[in-house]
């Protein structure tokens, strides 16, 4: 060891380097890792904590890139790309998933995980299909409240993307009072012939901002599995809504 080097202060930025790399990491990970003991893991982990130079959800520990970016605060919404509560959702799954937002009459993919869902498929975030395509786009249509949703049905045009595409506009007033009520959607090959896909909200403040979703081939989601499914993307939708009102609070 050089004669000025700081053990501890070494140590300290060994593991923040550690957590920097991954995707989501625990104590014991770290420990093994970096061959630290359990005691000592702890109180860098904690300390690292503290000085909000890292976040922890549930077991695994993150790297808070507020500390490091000096763009991050000037942006005006929520790096959607950055959040990781979503690989668990697709890790439990196990079929592709999916984070959408709005604008304007369009649904913009702002996260898409394909197997083995290690790490974002970025070459298709930012793809754009409209709102009445997709059960990503219908499930946030539902939950908007009526003063935002009449004014952006008017300028639905209901365009098909397949023969199954809701092209009656009564209809789909209907269906998403229907998907509202489920509290899920459902999208039976609307935006894809043989694709399948089952979506629910994704909340902050209780206001519904964004979907998430999975999609996979018809065979693998039946009308008997739907509403398991969409119970697992429920639990993944309040992990996604804890971590966002998380990262807000560290300053």
Known sequence: MANNEVSTLKKGLLVLELVKQH???????VMNQLSLSKSTA???LSTLEEMNYIYKIQTQYFINHKMFCD???KRSEKDWASLHSIYQVAQNLQMSTYLGKVDGTDLVMTQVLRAPFQKSADEEI??????HQSALGKVILAHLDEELLAPLFDQLSLDPATENTFQDSQLFRYHLKAIRQDGYAFDDEERIVGIRCVAVPVFRHKKGIA??????PREQISRGNIKQIAQKLNAGSKAITKEIETLEHIH
């Open 42 to 44: 702890f109180r860098l």
């Open 71 to 73: 763009g991050f605060e």
């Open 211 to 216: 979907a998430l979703a999975i999609a996979a």
């Open 23 to 29: 995707q989501g990491i625990t104590s014991r990970e």
């Open 126 to 131: 930012g793809n754009r299909s409209k709102l």
